[in-house]
């Protein structure tokens, strides 16, 4: 296939980043599937591959350093606790966080939000959500920034709002003087859909929800992987992200808050290490981040977020963002070429991530990962845990391809195909 | 990777041209069941006739929104036991349902499953298993409320009984 040669001014891969070179410190990348097939992984958003430098780091840390942080004298105590301790300070730089202490370690974002969630009804102060006070969201986010807000505002008594969305998948902002009011606690939103690709303008939103003193919450799992992220600059009070899509392990992931609203906010689990002291009668906290750290952390997945946000900031966050906008735009336009498929969310990539959902007509998403399977390309198939997304485009589910820092043009290219040959095999051509 | 085994013919053409489809009265239960992991949703209503010695099953009737594979199942399974006694039906029922669960490893009975033999190859894709059976599990706690056993599952002990 020919790159259309209208593209070949701005795109050109080689010109952000090494991608044969990176693909080189990935080992799945060069696995082969059934028939011999080499593997074309375009589900990334959904987790992304890890790099071996990601990879030694975990088995080094179990092989040579494993102990429990933060409670043991020893030598593999103190190893171990300044490799997790180091995590956090890489992730704190990565972010542009002020301090270290505002870097909570979660399991992942669902868990990070789910904490803001419970403590928010749970605070005694001005935070606290109660009765007639209001939770906005957006229709684009993933079932869990919007769960834990049904949650929360069902136990107690709180109106849960939300944003509706354009025919192009971008937030509908034409109502926000009715939904930011004076009884608007919270403010919920992803930055990057996960379905749509919609990079949503958090700082405006940000801007009118501190007007009226609400806190605003951001689901940035879709957007700390691909793009630099300083969240001072992004403008919001507390922010999730997840590990394992940005080319870290599994069961890591991190709130960042500002630290005296940190501060001020009551624990989410009790348990070891989130105590100052404890007594038969109460306990007293620790101040954050380990207030909101209960039980044994998961070390060696926290120093493998710190591998991985090296492995990320030696490649230059500005160099990924730079390559996924060119392999999406890439793909939209290849994609928007094919007949009888409609692409959910915007088709132009401006203000837009790497997640690209879509339709065939007459052929359902599961039957088109199936054959695309058959063919060794990796993808979506679903409502990807936003199903009022989908509710809100006419369709049920869709098919999505998401790609990252180690995805080709000829993947890309190898999509297209396989989605040809899709539609010969359901006999829609 | 065979995907011919998978999707033969016979689910093709099910698939573009489902028979049995709508929701038809009378009926004694209606049941709706999804598939959480993909979002396949079905709509399905039975009609039995206990009036004589032998329960029959009048009429299963259905709206579905969902992949090739659980569309052609809902229009086989209501080919296969439209008309048939419920003893009958409950134990094309239980074959389909080996047939799903054996891995590849059941030879259905033409005789018995008709097009449903369609779907011998489906039981080595594990992840398609659940679309399979989609409706033939709707059917069963339909019937089941309709002949007001204590035995009604909804969706969420369905998905577990087929893990």
Same mark, same amino acid.
């Given at each position: 296939?020919?790159?259309?040669?209208?593209?070949?001014?701005?795109?050109?891969?080689?010109?952000?980043?090494?991608?044969?070179?990176?693909?080189?410190?990935?080992?799945?990348?060069?696995?082969?599937?059934?028939?011999?097939?080499?593997?074309?992984?375009?589900?990334?958003?959904?987790?992304?591959?890890?790099?071996?430098?990601?990879?030694?780091?975990?088995?080094?840390?179990?092989?040579?350093?494993?102990?429990?942080?933060?409670?043991?004298?020893?030598?593999?105590?103190?190893?171990?606790?300044?490799?997790?301790?180091?995590?956090?300070?890489?992730?704190?730089?990565?972010?542009?966080?002020?301090?270290?202490?505002?870097?909570?370690?979660?399991?992942?974002? $669902?868990?990070? +939000?789910?904490? !803001?969630?419970? %403590?928010?009804?749970?605070? @005694?102060?001005? =935070?606290? /959500? *109660?009765?007639?006070?209001?939770?906005?969201?957006?229709?684009?986010?993933?079932?869990?920034?919007?769960?834990?807000?049904?949650?929360?505002?069902?136990?107690?008594?709180?109106?849960?709002?939300?944003?509706?969305?354009?025919?192009?998948?971008?937030?509908?902002?034409?109502?926000?003087?009715?939904?930011?009011?004076?009884?608007?606690?919270?403010?919920?939103?992803?930055?990057? $859909?996960?379905? +749509?690709?919609? !990079?949503?303008? %958090?700082?405006?939103?940000? @801007?009118?929800? =501190?007007? /009226? *003193?609400?806190?605003?919450?951001?689901?940035?799992?879709?957007?700390?992987?691909?793009?630099?992220?300083?969240?001072?600059?992004?403008?919001?009070?507390?922010?999730?992200?997840?590990?394992?899509?940005?080319?870290?392990?599994?069961?890591?992931?991190?709130?960042?808050?500002?630290?005296?609203?940190?501060?001020?906010?009551?624990?989410?689990?009790?348990?070891?290490?989130?105590?100052?002291?404890?007594?038969?009668?109460?306990?007293?906290?620790?101040?954050?981040?380990?207030?909101?750290?209960?039980?044994?952390?998961?070390?060696?997945?926290?120093?493998?977020?710190?591998?991985?946000?090296?492995?990320?900031?030696?490649?230059?966050?500005?160099?990924?963002?730079?390559?996924?906008?060119?392999?999406?735009?890439?793909?939209?336009?290849?994609?928007?070429?094919?007949?009888?498929?409609?692409?959910?969310?915007?088709?132009?990539?401006?203000?837009?991530?790497?997640?690209?959902?879509?339709?065939?007509?007459?052929?359902?998403?599961?039957?088109?990962?199936?054959?695309?399977?058959?063919?060794?390309?990796?993808?979506?198939?679903?409502?990807?845990?936003?199903?009022?997304?989908?509710?809100?485009?006419?369709?049920?589910?869709?098919?999505?391809?998401?790609?990252?820092?180690?995805?080709?043009?000829?993947?890309?290219?190898?999509?297209?195909?396989?989605?040809?040959?899709?539609?010969?095999?359901?006999?829609?051509? | 990777?065979?995907?011919?085994?998978?999707?033969?013919?016979?689910?093709?053409?099910?698939?573009?041209?489902?028979?049995?489809?709508?929701?038809?009265?009378?009926?004694?239960?209606?049941?709706?069941?999804?598939?959480?992991?993909?979002?396949?949703?079905?709509?399905?209503?039975?009609?039995?006739?206990?009036?004589?010695?032998?329960?029959?099953?009048?009429?299963?009737?259905?709206?579905?929104?969902?992949?090739?594979?659980?569309?052609?199942?809902?229009?086989?399974?209501?080919?296969?036991?439209?008309?048939?006694?419920?003893?009958?039906?409950?134990?094309?029922?239980?074959?389909?349902?080996?047939?799903?669960?054996?891995?590849?490893?059941?030879?259905?009975?033409?005789?018995?499953?008709?097009?449903?033999?369609?779907?011998?190859?489906?039981?080595?894709?594990?992840?398609?298993?659940?679309?399979?059976?989609?409706?033939?599990?709707?059917?069963?706690?339909?019937?089941?409320?309709?002949?007001?056993?204590?035995?009604?599952?909804?969706?969420?002990?369905?998905?577990?009984?087929?893990?």
């Amino acid at each position: 296939m020919t790159t259309p040669t209208h593209l070949t001014d701005t795109f050109d891969v080689t010109a952000s980043l090494d991608v044969e070179g990176i693909r080189a410190d990935f080992p799945i990348l060069s696995r082969r599937l059934a028939d011999d097939r080499p593997l074309v992984y375009l589900d990334s958003a959904n987790t992304s591959q890890k790099p071996r430098q990601v990879l030694d780091v975990l088995a080094e840390h179990y092989s040579q350093h494993n102990a429990n942080v933060a409670r043991a004298v020893h030598q593999l105590g103190a190893e171990s606790t300044e490799a997790f301790e180091g995590a956090r300070d890489k992730v704190c730089r990565f972010i542009g966080a002020p301090h270290r202490d505002e870097v909570v370690f979660a399991k992942n974002s $669902s868990e990070a +939000l789910n904490l !803001v969630a419970n %403590v928010l009804a749970w605070s @005694r102060g001005r =935070h606290r /959500v *109660g009765e007639g006070d209001e939770v906005l969201i957006t229709e684009m986010e993933h079932h869990s920034n919007i769960v834990p807000w049904q949650l929360l505002t069902e136990r107690t008594g709180a109106r849960l709002r939300w944003f509706g969305l354009t025919d192009e998948g971008r937030l509908d902002l034409s109502n926000i003087d009715e939904l930011i009011t004076e009884r608007t606690k919270v403010v919920s939103l992803v930055w990057v $859909s996960n379905m +749509l690709g919609t !990079v949503n303008p %958090v700082g405006e939103i940000a @801007r009118r929800a =501190h007007e /009226v *003193g609400a806190l605003v919450v951001v689901d940035a799992s879709q957007a700390v992987p691909q793009m630099p992220v300083d969240v001072v600059e992004l403008g919001a009070d507390l922010v999730a992200f997840t590990g394992h899509k940005m080319v870290g392990p599994t069961g890591i992931g991190v709130l960042w808050g500002r630290r005296d609203l940190l501060e001020e906010l009551p624990p989410f689990l009790g348990g070891g290490e989130m105590i100052e002291t404890v007594t038969m009668e109460r306990s007293t906290y620790a101040p954050p981040p380990a207030k909101f750290e209960a039980g044994t952390p998961p070390i060696a997945q926290a120093i493998g977020l710190g591998a991985a946000v090296d492995y990320l900031s030696s490649l230059g966050m500005h160099n990924v963002a730079a390559h996924e906008r060119a392999i999406t735009a890439y793909a939209l336009e290849q994609l928007t070429a094919i007949d009888g498929l409609t692409v959910l969310g915007p088709t132009e990539a401006v203000d837009r991530g790497g997640a690209i959902s879509f339709e065939i007509d007459g052929i359902h998403p599961h039957d088109v990962s199936q054959v695309l399977d058959s063919l060794g390309i990796a993808v979506r198939a679903g409502h990807h845990c936003a199903k009022p997304a989908h509710k809100r485009f006419g369709v049920q589910s869709s098919t999505r391809a998401s790609g990252y820092l180690y995805t080709t043009q000829a993947e890309i290219d190898a999509l297209v195909e396989g989605l040809h040959y899709t539609k010969k095999f359901f006999r829609v051509d | 990777m065979d995907l011919d085994a998978l999707y033969q013919e016979i689910i093709l053409d099910h698939y573009k041209n489902p028979h049995h489809t709508g929701l038809r009265e009378p009926y004694g239960a209606e049941v709706h069941h999804v598939n959480p992991t993909c979002g396949d949703e079905l709509t399905l209503r039975v009609h039995i006739d206990a009036a004589g010695e032998t329960p029959v099953v009048q009429d299963v009737s259905y709206e579905a929104e969902g992949c090739s594979i659980s569309q052609a199942s809902a229009s086989v399974m209501t080919d296969l036991v439209i008309g048939k006694s419920l003893d009958e039906a409950l134990a094309l029922h239980q074959e389909f349902l080996d047939l799903m669960q054996g891995r590849g490893q059941v030879e259905p009975d033409e005789d018995r499953l008709e097009d449903g033999i369609a779907f011998a190859g489906v039981a080595k894709f594990p992840a398609r298993v659940k679309c399979a059976l989609l409706a033939w599990m709707a059917w069963k706690d339909a019937t089941a409320q309709t002949l007001g056993q204590d035995q009604t599952t909804d969706s969420a002990e369905t998905q577990e009984s087929l893990r």
